[in-house]
């Protein structure tokens, strides 16, 4: 998923200044990597101790005592099993958010044709290798 995720970020970013203005190229370049970022910690932030809350709950009796030597840290099997049921809840938690997001982006108005247009045209101009 992550590998799927690293080159969906560079389409993103090739989609956006595909169909920005000339003008605007550095303005859309720069939005969508600014976003990122923040979003990125974010993420971190909300689902990292979430993560460390669903392993510690699903080892046998959290970290207190789990351990094959009484030493309070889980070991072996036991917390790499926790560790994996605790990263498909995350990572379901997020299907769910993106399918949240894609049907709120699919309900955003399109562009009127007018506006369209000199877009278009200004990317064709720039597919179309100049004439020698």
């Given at each position: 998923?992550?590998?799927?995720?690293?080159?969906?970020?560079?389409?993103?970013?090739?989609?956006?200044?595909?169909?920005?203005?000339?003008?605007?190229?550095?303005?859309?370049?720069?939005?969508?990597?600014?976003?990122?970022?923040?979003?990125?910690?974010?993420?971190?932030?909300?689902?990292?101790?979430?993560?460390?809350?669903?392993?510690?709950?699903?080892?046998?009796?959290?970290?207190?005592?789990?351990?094959?030597?009484?030493?309070?840290?889980?070991?072996?099997?036991?917390?790499?099993?926790?560790?994996?049921?605790?990263?498909?809840?995350?990572?379901?938690?997020l299907a769910g958010?993106?399918?949240?997001?894609?049907?709120?982006?699919?309900?955003l108005p399109a562009a009127p044709s007018?506006?369209?247009?000199?877009?278009?045209?200004?990317?064709?101009?720039?597919?179309?290798?100049?004439?020698?």
């Amino acid at each position: 998923m992550g590998a799927g995720f690293g080159m969906l970020i560079g389409r993103l970013l090739q989609f956006g200044q595909e169909h920005a203005p000339p003008g605007r190229l550095g303005v859309t370049t720069t939005a969508i990597r600014l976003l990122q970022t923040p979003g990125g910690a974010l993420g971190v932030s909300l689902f990292g101790p979430l993560l460390s809350r669903l392993t510690e709950g699903r080892t046998a009796g959290g970290t207190t005592g789990s351990g094959a030597d009484g030493d309070g840290v889980a070991h072996g099997t036991e917390a790499g099993l926790g560790l994996i049921q605790g990263t498909d809840v995350i990572l379901f938690s997020l299907a769910g958010l993106l399918v949240l997001a894609t049907a709120l982006a699919v309900r955003l108005p399109a562009a009127p044709s007018a506006v369209g247009a000199p877009v278009a045209a200004a990317v064709t101009a720039r597919r179309t290798p100049p004439a020698r």
